[in-house]
């Protein structure tokens, strides 16, 4: 999968290309608005990540530009996801942005696991409609209808406890932080959950549940950081 | 009290001064002059007289009205004049009233005699009385005449401070520059016109200037937080940490995360504050209030919290953007939920006019007038930041609703009227 970065700020781009390098995927990095048209105009990539502030322009005319292509039959170019990233947190930027085709938004600072659950998210349901299973050994999940299989029986999960498994499952053998996992179940209310006593408590959930069906305990504590999910 | 009844009633009182005075001068003046006109009134009688008897050398038998003369005696020698006042009963007017006598010595026929002449004099209460009556119809007058004039002058010359009144007093900080004041040929009034515009311009300047330093401050914060806390995260990533190394990764990370919701937290302070948000817009509170509680039934339940609520009326419509009311309801939420202790309870009320969440718990280590201040918290709490009832009284302020505090019966109860 071929990814486009737009970001114009270099520690940040190269913590971000090198998380998602090892997650497998491609990904290229455009550091001003030129750079970025030239990139579109020759390339096709499957998700797009803009920085609406870039030197040059602004991302959304980037954005623009890219949806204008895909209109265009004759350049044959399906269509590319599109995430912004960006520092300022307004809901009109937000809006126009989200209005010119972006699919996603995410303000400033983020965690990296956060941004690439949101690509996987988004790939999900822009290649396969949503309806591939997701699979993890003896675990199977149909995001479609939120349906988790262990050993072929049935789990019955809440809804933040889905949410934590497939966002495990997204981000396996990597330590995923409490803060990460607080802001990706909560979102905005995560403010109010800023004590984590929650998180484990939806871990500890998710472990039992999982482990009554015959399944394997992949949910490891990393001692002060977080949790790993993986073998 | 109105500055035009202030100097009305000082003009009254220097004015009631300035007549008192003037009518005793007035009736000593008035006495003197009448006095002495009397006095040269009996002088010229005796001439008179006089140069009648060295004529006729002749005391006549009767005399005749008008003379004044009361008595002729004889008298051996001659003396000077004597003068004196007297009371007689006038027979026409049937008053007693007051006379002056004058009684001087005269020769008719070489013999000598004493003569006793009168004149009426006016009496001094009836002076007293027409003066001072004069002078209150004077009094009256003027005082009329000078509230006429005052309310004329108010009127003409002071309309401009009235305009300049009115106009500082639509003065509102957040929407407005500086004001622009009517013109005036009054120069008093125009160097208070400019002073105002001056100092206007400037408190909106310094405050578009703070609220601009605010807003860019965090902004700018925003990108080296993200780089702080990617960098950061990809260090977790790697194998091969000791464990104090961990363990400080993992403290710069927290304190990272930390910052970044301050600061986000602050960005959205500024946001209110400039009213960034769609105002027009209405929310539908109970429906809010009914999600909201949903997706938080979870936590007070992890939390061992019971929740008891009343929802009153449906279709609760407030002044306040669906983004805000959001944050309200979070705020209000998660600070019952932060600080009541486990197996507490948490009660939710909400009528047409009144929002109310109360939480049982220990009563307050800090002041309850407090409580809405930035980071104004309870020494314990550390995982709060201390903005969240900051930013709640925020929006309340920026959007005229009334957020209380107060603490009754073991229970803290927080408070939105709209």
Known sequence: ?231 | MKLLTRTTIYYFISTLLVFSIGTVIFFYSLRKILDEEVNEGLQTKKTELQLYFSKTEVLPEVWPPGTGILSISKYRGTFNDVNRDTLYLNTVEGEILPYRLLQFSTQVNKENYSVLISQPLIESEDLLEAIIFSLIILFVITIILMILINRVISKKIWRTFYETLSTLKKFDLKNSGSLKFSKTGIREFKELNEALSLLTEKISSDFRNMKEFTENASHELQTPLAVISAKLELLIQSSGLTEEQANSIRVCYESANKLAKINSSLLLVSRIENRQFNNEEKTDLSEMLQLKLKSFSELFELNGLKVENKIETKNIQIPLPAALSEILLNNLLGNALKHTEKGGLVFIALSTHKLSVANTGKPLDVPATEIFKRFARSSKSANSNGLGLSILKKICDTYNLKPTYLYRDGKHFFEVEF
Request: net charge neutral.
């Open chain 1, 1 to 231: 999968m071929k990814l486009l970065l737009i970001e114009d700020e270099i520690a940040l781009g190269e913590s971000i290309v090198t998380y998602l390098k090892k997650e497998g995927y491609v990904c290229e990095w455009a550091k001003n608005f030129q750079e970025a048209t030239d990139k579109i105009y020759v390339y096709k990539y499957d998700c797009l990540m803009v920085d609406i502030t870039i030197p040059g322009g602004s991302g959304l005319q980037i954005i623009e530009e890219l949806k204008n292509q895909s209109r265009d039959k004759s350049t044959k170019r399906s269509d590319s996801g599109v995430i912004i990233i960006s520092a300022k947190n307004s809901l009109d930027d937000k809006i126009k942005g989200l209005d010119l085709g972006a699919d996603d938004y995410l303000t400033k600072p983020f965690h990296l696991s956060e941004l690439n659950s949101r690509i996987r998210s988004l790939m999900r349901r822009r290649l396969n409609k949503g309806d591939t299973l997701i699979e993890f050994n003896e675990i199977v999940i149909n995001p479609a209808n939120h349906e988790v299989k262990v050993k072929s029986s049935a789990l019955d999960l809440t809804a933040k406890e889905y949410g934590l498994l497939l966002y495990f499952i997204t981000n396996k053998n990597r330590v995923l932080t409490k803060e990460a996992i607080a802001e990706h179940l909560w979102g905005d209310e995560k403010d109010v959950v800023d004590s984590f006593d929650f998180i484990y408590s939806h871990i500890k959930n998710l472990r039992k549940k999982m482990i009554d069906k015959g399944g394997e305990d992949y949910i490891k504590t990393v001692y002060g950081m977080g949790y790993k999910f993986g073998e």
